[in-house]
């Protein structure tokens, strides 16, 4: 396999918004990026955007994005990796492509980040700068390709979270899907009611605005995301529903001190959402000896990922005997006494070191 430090070549198949946007970030780096897209214009325009050095692909490539709509993705990355390189994607739903790929060298992924913007033209270089990008390793992912893809996604300002697959799908139905379908719902709403009362939708102050912000993206992608998570979409629509059906019985029973409470209750959830990663905290090296195979990776990653410690960084010493290796492990001071508790309870033997 094609290692980073042999090859700073890249393929990005997709050049909408998230491929576009992650060509120009390579490119700022020095990166060499073959790209194409379904639609032969669109390609074009990021070779004139500067997002792509030329046009095709790369069977040289280090590493390839797949950013096509999620249904093409499994096709395309398999398509992709009859070559040597490392294969990426960043759809919205993980659990129905990984299983799809089921290769070593294809690592799931998602880049959290996003705009209203559309197309090649919205693209931005600096998009994924303090984004999630979350990566969804398994027990077959070779930790080479995992890692190269991990040193990549950091290189262009994001935060990497890994999840397993399932678990990712999970999650993002309830901070990702759903709000975009309630605030296109909410939209919907109100423009119904514009035809009817004028004045409504002049009426609409900073708060219906940044609630249904996101109800302005690009509402292309999200037919092929709610029919691969299905499930996790319908059963988190179905807890929103409950909830507010909650909030009208309080509405209607006059229950002030109960509405007054369940305010509160948000906005202290609000309030202490988690800020972005402040990179200049004391760091801690935490070397864990492992059995050398590809499963180990998966479960100590997404442990953390579980657990929201941000690793800063991330090695893989293999042993010269090659059943046994090191996995390094870069945390902030903060969370090095909990990373180490959960790695013993799962049978692990950590060192922690303090870097200066």
Not at 188 to 195: I, Q, R, S, V, W
Not at 303 to 325: C, K, P, T, W, Y
Request: charge should be negative; glycine fraction near 10%; aromatic fraction near 2%.
């Amino acid at each position: 396999m094609t290692s980073l430090s042999e090859s700073r070549r890249a393929v990005v198949v997709g050049t909408g918004l998230i491929g576009g946007s992650i060509g120009l970030a390579l490119r700022k780096q020095g990166w060499h990026v073959t790209g194409r897209d379904l639609d032969p214009q669109r390609a074009d325009r990021a070779l004139a955007l500067g997002a792509l050095d030329a046009i095709g692909d790369d069977p040289s490539a280090a590493v390839t994005f797949v950013c096509t709509p999620v249904s093409s993705i499994a096709g395309e990355a398999r398509a992709a990796l009859t070559g040597g390189g490392v294969v990426t994607d960043v759809g919205g739903v993980k659990g129905p492509i990984v299983a799809a790929v089921d290769h070593p060298r294809f690592v799931g992924g998602h880049p959290m980040a996003g705009s209203e913007q559309e197309g090649m033209d919205g693209a931005d270089p600096d998009l994924f700068e303090g984004a999630t990008w979350v990566l969804t390793p398994t027990v077959a992912t070779d930790a080479a390709a995992y890692t190269l893809v991990r040193s990549i996604v950091t290189s262009l300002g994001a935060d990497v979270v890994a999840l397993a697959p399932e678990r990712h799908d999970e999650l993002v139905a309830t901070v990702s899907h759903v709000p975009h379908l309630a605030a296109a719902t909410l939209m919907a709403l109100a423009a119904d009611g514009a035809t009817e009362q004028g004045p409504m939708l002049r009426l609409a102050a900073g708060g219906f605005r940044d609630m249904t912000r996101i109800a302005a993206g690009h509402p292309g992608i999200w037919p092929d995301i709610c029919a691969e998570n299905r499930d996790a979409i319908v059963e988190a629509l179905d807890r929103l529903v409950a909830a507010l059906f909650a909030m009208r019985d309080l509405v209607v029973l006059g229950d002030r001190p109960g509405l007054l409470a369940a305010l509160e209750r948000a906005r202290a959830a609000r309030v202490n959402l988690p800020a972005r990663v402040a990179h200049d905290a004391e760091l801690v090296e935490i070397r864990v000896p492992v059995p050398d195979r590809p499963g180990v990776l998966a479960e100590i990653t997404t442990l953390l990922g579980e657990l929201d410690v941000n690793i800063e960084d991330l090695e893989i010493a293999h042993s010269v005997e090659g059943e046994r290796g090191v996995l390094v492990l870069v945390v902030q001071e903060a969370a090095a006494e909990g990373t180490r508790a959960a790695l013993v309870s799962r049978g692990f033997h950590p060192a922690l070191r303090p870097l200066s």
